[in-house]
T-cell receptor, first 111, second 112 residues
Framework: QKEVEQNSGPLSVPEGAIASLNCTYS??????FFWYRQYSGKSPELIMF????GDKEDGRFTAQLNKASQYVSLLIRDSQPSDSATYLC???????????FGKGTKLSVKP | DTGVSQDPRHKITKRGQNVTFRCDPI?????LYWYRQTLGQGPEFLTY????????KSRLLSDRFSAERPKGSFSTLEIQRTEQGDSAMYLC??????????FGPGTRLTVT
């Protein structure tokens, strides 16, 4: 059973701080990793994807991948109240590319 | 707007009724996925189409569920004899490759 684990939170950070979200996965053969943001009552929105070990930066977001440790993280710099949402980690683990999701980490950014 | 669209956005039905949802993927995306999400959980994979072929079905997809994608364009997901446990958000996603998937707004189903 392929699994993706996330701390459910809530993670509370002050406005302007760095939010750090973490995810571990069980399938060592996984090749693709995604972070989705989901506002309450809405559908997941793709914000970052990473396929190689190391860091990938996009604006205020940085995704970090460590395949040896089977660990993915998302850093949000200069956090804003509008970043308050649930962040879903997903791993491309299915035979046809279907995603395996964690339960999500709820982030709250306090003004 | 050329994103994934889903219809209806909300559906309330009585136990035992049949319901059908529609998904229109991003144009030129030949891969289409259906997921189901319940409160406090991440989306769970249901089924996958590449063009018009249904290539994979999850064990979550009981025989009350059926999905089609005629002509490789839009897709429908039908649930027969709905049960209260079917209440969830049904999400459709499309992609051009086996990597990035883009989700539609979802259909929220409530079975009373």
């Amino acid at each position: 059973q392929k699994e993706v684990e996330q701390n459910s939170g809530p993670l509370s950070v002050p406005e302007g701080a760095i939010a750090s979200l973490n995810c571990t996965y069980s399938d060592r053969g996984s090749q693709s990793f995604f972070w989705y943001r989901q506002y309450s009552g809405k559908s997941p929105e793709l914000i970052m994807f990473i396929y190689s070990n190391g860091d990938k930066e996009d604006g205020r977001f940085t995704a970090q991948l460590n395949k040896a440790s089977q660990y993915v993280s998302l850093l949000i710099r200069d956090s804003q109240p509008s970043d308050s949402a649930t962040y879903l980690c997903a791993v491309g683990g299915g035979s046809q590319g279907n995603l395996i999701f964690g339960k999500g980490t709820k982030l709250s950014v306090k003004p | 707007d050329t994103g994934v669209s889903q219809d209806p956005r909300h559906k309330i039905t009585k136990r035992g009724q049949n319901v059908t949802f529609r998904c229109d993927p991003i144009s030129e995306h030949n891969r289409l996925y259906w997921y189901r999400q319940t409160l406090g959980q991440g989306p769970e994979f249901l089924t996958y189409f590449q063009n018009e072929a249904q290539l994979e079905k999850s064990r979550l997809l009981s025989d009350r569920f059926s999905a089609e994608r005629p002509k490789g364009s839009f897709s429908t997901l039908e649930i027969q004899r709905t049960e209260q446990g079917d209440s969830a958000m049904y999400l459709c996603a499309s992609s051009r490759t086996e990597r990035e998937q883009y989700f539609g707004p979802g259909t929220r189903l409530t079975v009373t």
